[in-house]
Every structure is written in structure tokens, then in C-alpha cells.
């Protein structure tokens, strides 16, 4: 039953772990919603929106975008990466802005699906203060960092006011959030925008919004369609790529998956084979005191049957301790909790099925052969 452990505890393994990143890969963006777009401009690299952009949004963009109807929320985001002082070594971090607006910094803490495992969040007047993403908690090199502690960020402290929980999308457990206007201070920002983000009011209408925010904007600058340096991307647009690397991973699993199968099946025939090959006397036997060759065809067939469903059964257990095992090793080598087991029942049962089909389809030529020994010529050999 080797080659049918093989495959199958390869196909349960691979679809397992692949089913299990595409969850981790679309989790981090499970803040997309139906009703966002998010504005920037064309930036220089690949970073957070708009970090990597040469020239920067300003309050000119902004009163464009909220010219365009069908927007509920216009919230202006900043996102710096910068020096953190914490005891006597230098960090350098991604910190973002949040509102000074009370509906605007509801919706962002309601979009990000942002609480706190302890402390507070911020309020819209509060300055001063920061809140931390997760992994500044559990960190060994932030372990001296609590609530009401003081952090030096660009060279000006700031109080600790809470630590999030957990997020999904790694980037957040370890970000620092402050105020907008604290952010300006210390980074001496005046009226630059690293990128909007916009809800609609009605998620049917997105890509119309979003063709007439273009078509303003290029108005504005003074520039034609497809020499844009700015980009309005809708949900569909920013998963467009996303999916793409999600279908190319799942292609890739299924072909090995499918080598892998191909390998179980030689084996069970190989196996089979040489069972006939080795029990030849015993069929003449069999067949000499009477049993038909149907009766041959029958034990046969349901030897590589059992065949394939205990291996199947065997290959399927081995296979979910490889995935849990790859994903426990991965998860701690990267100390993140990102890569998950996507167990699959459906899965499972397919996979011993299958195994089984295999194993008759496997064992049916050297059953056949069985059954088609003449006693006479069977004794001899």
C-alpha cells in the first residue's frame, strides 16, 4: 500500500495547505469592501498605498473627489515609516494616521475590524497618544512596552494608549497608529495626502463613481486617458491580481497532486500484478476444484479495492499530519499565525473514494490475467 500512501497523503497535504494560503492570501485583504475605492497616486515601488508615490495627493485632489456624486465617506490617510526610540535602540516602523473626525475614525476602526486586546482605542480629540498592533505586545524585543508607557517617535514621545488584537492581515500587528495632526507635527507634513479612501453609497454604482472621479481628476490635470499618474481602484481590481496567484498556486498543487495519484496507481498495479504472478499455482488450484473465473476475477478485484481504501484511509491521516506539521513549522519559523490547515471533509472522503476507484481500475488488467489462467497450465507453473 505504499504508492497509494504516497499519493494520497501528497494530495491531502498539498490541497490542505493550498486551500489553507488562499485563505491567508485573501485574508489579508478581508478589509475590501464592496462599497470602497482607494485614490493615489502613481508610486515608485511596491509599499503601502501611496507610500511609494514621488507626488503626493493634496486638499486640490480632495475637493475634486467630493465633487463626484454617489460618495457617503472621503477620509484623506497618511502613511509614514519612522524612527522609534524604544530604551536604547532605534526601530524604524510603518506608522498610519487616523481621523480627527468622529465618523471618520468610526469607519476606520469598523473597517479594519479594530479592538483592542488591552487598553483603548483612541478617540477624535485625543493627542499624544498612540495605539500599537499586536506583535508590539508579544514581541521579545518591545517586552518592556505596557500600557501608559512613553515611546519616542521622530525624536517626540507619545503614550501608549492601547495594543490591538490579532489581525488577519499581518501588516496591522505591527503598525503604529497616532492622530493625523500628531503625524503632521512630526513629520512636517502640511497639506500632502498619501491616498483617499472613499465609500459609496450605493455598491452597484462603484464603477461608475470611479470612471467619473478618473475622468475628473484627469480633467484637472490635464492629462489623457491611459497617461494617468494616478490610479482609483476598485475591490474588483486590487483581487483582480490577487486571484490570478491564487489560480496559479491551485494549478500547480492539482498537477502534483495528479503526479502524485499517477505514481499510487503504478504502484497498486505493480503491486497486483505481482501478486498474480506469485499466487499462480493458487489459482490453478482454486479453479480446479471449481471455482469460476468470475469468482478469480472477484477476489482480485477486491484485494486492490481494499488495497486502495486502506491506503487511501492510511495516506488521507498522513497527509493532514504533514499539513498541520508544514504549517505549525512555517507559522513559527515566520512567527505568525497566517498559514492554516483548510480541512476539507469533502475533501477527505473524495480522496479515499478515489483511492479506492483507483485501486480496482489498478487491479483490473491482473485480474483479469487471473482469471483467464487455464488450471492445467496454472499447476504446472
Do not use: C, W
Not at 504508492?3 to 485573501?26: D, H, K, M, R
Not at 504502484?267 to 499462480?280: D, H, K, P, W
Request: proline letters at 3%.
Amino acid at each position: 500500500m505504499l504508492g497509494i500512501f504516497i499519493g494520497i497523503a501528497a494530495v491531502v497535504a498539498l490541497i490542505s495547505l493550498g486551500q489553507g494560503l488562499e485563505t491567508a492570501i485573501t485574508g489579508q485583504f478581508s478589509s475590501l469592501s464592496a462599497d470602497r475605492l482607494v485614490i493615489q497616486n502613481t508610486g515608485t515601488g511596491f509599499g503601502p498605498p501611496g507610500s511609494t508615490s514621488v507626488e503626493k495627493l493634496h486638499e486640490d485632489d480632495r475637493k475634486i473627489v467630493e465633487s463626484v456624486s454617489g460618495i457617503d465617506i472621503l477620509i484623506s490617510r497618511l502613511i509614514r515609516v519612522g524612527k522609534v526610540d524604544i530604551k536604547d535602540e532605534s526601530h524604524f516602523i510603518g506608522i498610519s494616521s487616523l481621523p480627527s473626525n468622529d465618523e471618520e475614525l468610526e469607519f476606520i476602526y469598523s473597517t479594519f475590524s479594530f479592538k483592542t486586546e488591552e487598553g483603548n482605542l483612541l478617540e477624535a480629540n485625543e493627542r499624544g497618544k498612540i495605539i500599537l498592533g499586536n506583535d508590539f505586545k508579544d514581541s521579545d524585543h518591545f517586552k518592556n512596552i505596557h500600557i501608559g508607557s512613553n515611546i519616542k517617535i521622530q525624536d517626540k514621545s507619545f503614550e501608549v494608549a492601547g495594543f490591538l488584537e490579532k489581525s488577519g492581515t499581518f501588516q496591522f500587528n505591527f503598525a503604529i497608529f497616532m492622530p493625523e495632526a500628531d503625524m503632521k507635527d512630526i513629520f512636517d507634513i502640511d497639506d500632502d495626502i498619501d491616498f483617499f479612501v472613499v465609500q459609496v453609497e450605493d455598491p452597484k454604482e462603484i464603477e461608475q463613481v470611479a470612471s467619473e472621479i478618473e475622468r475628473k481628476l484627469r480633467q484637472d490635470r490635464n492629462q489623457d486617458l491611459g497617461e494617468e499618474d494616478f490610479s482609483v481602484e476598485t475591490p474588483a481590481q486590487t483581487l483582480g491580481p490577487i486571484n490570478s496567484i491564487i489560480n496559479i498556486i491551485n494549478i500547480i498543487v492539482a498537477g502534483i497532486a495528479a503526479i502524485s495519484l499517477l505514481v499510487g496507481g503504478i504502484g497498486i498495479t505493480n503491486a497486483m500484478y505481482t501478486s498474480v504472478l506469485e499466487r499462480t499455482k493458487e489459482i490453478g488450484t482454486m479453479k480446479a476444484i471449481g471455482a469460476k473465473n468470475k469468482d478469480i476475477l472477484l477476489v482480485f478485484l477486491l484485494e486492490s479495492a481494499l488495497l486502495g481504501l486502506l491506503g487511501g484511509i492510511i495516506g488521507a491521516i498522513i497527509g493532514l499530519g504533514l499539513a498541520f506539521a508544514a504549517a505549525y513549522g512555517a507559522n513559527s519559523a515566520l512567527d505568525i499565525d497566517l498559514l492554516q490547515v483548510h480541512l476539507s471533509y469533502p475533501l477527505l472522503i473524495g480522496a479515499v473514494v478515489f483511492s479506492s476507484v483507483v485501486g480496482i481500475l489498478a487491479g483490473m488488467i491482473p485480474a483479469i490475467q487471473a482469471s483467464k489462467l487455464r488450471p492445467v497450465e496454472a499447476l504446472r507453473k
